[in-house]
């Protein structure tokens, strides 16, 4: 099973808050997790990645969670702007035999209220 | 990171025509992916093109509809043949980085079709 599955569709928070947006897959295979952010017009900004082999990676703002045993990561924003209101997609695949390769998920539109 | 230039940047198109994209990058890669971005949708992977080599489609995508080129390690071609309105989407190439660590996206090519 190839599909990655994203929650929430969409989220509003309060500026200075924490968005959270989860995502799960079905394919132990996967060896890449990025996350992308887009801004309607653009392409998708990659935001920060992890592989299977470390549990959290943080830059900046931002971090992701990963739970291997539960095949689920997630990216927390910490500290949210207004600025960082935008379209966020989980994604994986399998780096080591087809590349960037990626299976998306469904998509998280985010905002941020001043 | 890539830098990555597609073009056109958007571009309306009427019905049963052929329009050809264009993704050049700054640096030599081995592997470069063309997605579909329907309206307020996810991406979905048409095809992964390797210089040297035909493209490889994926399930529900076909070399007929969208011939791809990739005559050497920075430039690839995707055309959207015999157009209708449903084609009408988002279209974006990306790439592996030099590294082979991240993936990155160019800004896209917006296709309305009428």
């Known amino acids: 099973q190839q599909q990655v599955k994203q929650s929430p569709q969409s989220l509003i928070v309060q500026k200075g808050g924490i968005s959270i947006i989860n995502c799960a897959y079905e394919?132990?295979?996967?060896?890449?997790f990025p996350w992308y952010q887009q801004f309607p017009g653009k392409g998708p900004a990659l935001l920060i990645a992890?592989?299977?082999?470390?549990s959290e990676k943080k830059e900046g703002r931002f971090t992701i969670s990963f739970n291997k045993s539960a095949k689920q990561f997630s990216l927390h924003i910490m500290d949210s702007q207004p600025g960082d209101s935008a379209t966020y997609f989980c994604?994986?695949?399998?780096?080591?035999?087809?590349?960037?390769?990626?299976?998306f998920g469904e998509g998280t539109q985010l905002t941020v209220n001043p | 990171s890539a830098v990555i230039s597609q073009k056109p940047s958007r571009d309306i198109c009427q019905r049963g025509t052929s329009l050809t994209i264009q993704c050049q990058v700054d640096?030599?890669?081995?592997?470069m992916f063309w997605y579909r971005q329907q309206p307020g949708q996810s991406l979905t992977l048409i095809a992964t093109?390797?210089?040297?080599?035909?493209?490889?489609?994926e399930s529900g995508f076909v070399i007929d509809k969208f011939p791809i080129s990739r005559p050497n390690l920075t430039f690839s071609t995707l055309t959207v043949s015999n157009m209708s309105p449903e084609d009408s989407s988002i279209y974006l190439c990306?790439?592996?980085?030099?590294?082979?660590?991240?993936?990155?996206f160019g800004q896209g090519t917006r296709l309305t079709v009428v």
């Open positions: 992890i592989r299977p082999d470390v």
């Open positions: 640096s030599q890669v081995t592997m």
């Open positions: 093109a390797n210089q040297g080599s035909e493209a490889t489609y």
């Open positions: 394919n132990t295979a996967f060896d890449y």
């Open positions: 990306s790439v592996d980085s030099p590294r082979g660590a991240e993936a990155f």
């Open positions: 994604a994986a695949s399998m780096w080591e035999t087809s590349g960037s390769r990626l299976t």
